[in-house]
């Protein structure tokens, strides 16, 4: 039996001429949450015209409006996330040309933000970028998550095809993701870093009772160096560096099997083969 978005939110006929829903195609960088990056999704479900255009995106002509984002940027899939209730506190315009609304932030429905989503099929064109609030009726819920919604575009496929960028491991670890934890707390590995701006290579290993989890996590809780001396510094110079990194697993062992010392025989072993010591990242 279908559950509709009105039984979830619960507002009064009355309270229609108040609303409206405004609905949000992905935005390039597929920021699907405010933790990850609150300034740039707020622009995002703010925007209502572009620098030297004579017409607005979108129209917002109530006092309030409930904001979601689609779930995929390239497909157009029909699921919509919920970004939270807004009051419209006017229109911000900007030198060259471009407005975007002041949307100030509601208290009300703040416990299903980004732990809702549902299901609307939504014709092309700026023309349902917003959509009257009646539809709250018909709108079916999908789910109400546990916790907040994690994106990443990485499916666990071996541990040997392994590679994750710093934003994925952030979003996978920082969410715990169930699977991923379970499998990467099994293991010990060899892992190395990449900076992909500049090529070069860190090596490192894992050995504690939780494995790559554990380890990996320590990364994603500093910002992305770990406690590793090059990587800190050039965090420190920049505290968005850490999205050049691409997490790899080269080597992997169970946890029963391969003791401390032969893993570090092993970390070793790569420093040697890519030379890192030399011309990559690491100082030990």
């Known amino acids: 039996m279908a559950i509709y978005l009105n039984e979830i939110l619960n507002l009064s006929k009355d309270e229609y001429a108040d609303w409206t829903i405004c ?3 992905a935005n390039a960088e597929q920021v699907y949450s405010f933790n990850d990056n609150y300034e740039r999704l707020l622009e995002h479900i ?14 917002i002509p109530t006092k309030y409006c409930l904001q979601f984002i689609r779930l995929d940027k390239d497909r157009k ?3 919509w996330l919920f970004l939270g209730a807004y009051e419209n506190c006017g229109v911000n315009s900007f030198n060259d040309g471009h407005q975007t609304y002041n949307l100030k932030p509601l208290d009300r429905f703040s416990h299903f933000i980004e732990r809702l989503i549902v299901l609307y099929k939504k014709i092309q064109g700026p023309k349902q970028a917003k959509i009257i609030i009646s539809n709250i009726e018909t709108i079916t819920v999908v789910s109400v998550l546990e916790k907040k919604y994690m994106q990443t575009n990485k499916q666990f496929d071996g541990y040997d095809k392994i590679s994750l960028p710093f934003q994925d491991l952030k979003a996978i670890i920082c969410s715990k993701v169930d699977n991923w934890r379970i ?15 500049t090529g070069k290579v860190y090596i490192g290993s894992t050995y504690g009772f939780n494995g790559v989890w554990q380890r990996w996590s320590a990364y994603v809780y500093t910002n992305g160096h770990g406690g590793d001396v090059v990587l800190k ?3 420190e110079q920049n505290p968005d560096y850490a999205n050049n990194f691409v ?3 080269i080597e992997s062992f169970f946890n029963r099997d391969g003791n401390a010392e032969y893993i570090r025989h092993r970390e070793n072993y790569w420093k ?3 030379a890192t010591r030399t011309f990559g990242n690491n100082k030990n």
């Open 23 to 25: 609905l949000n195609n």
């Open 247 to 249: 997490f790899t697993i």
């Open 46 to 59: 703010s925007w209502k015209k572009h620098a030297n255009s004579t017409t607005s995106f979108r129209n």
């Open 272 to 274: 040697e083969v890519f």
């Open 77 to 79: 899939y029909d699921k």
């Open 183 to 197: 499998l990467l707390e099994n293991i010990n590995c060899i892992y190395a870093i990449t900076d992909k701006l």
């Open 233 to 235: 510094a050039l965090i």
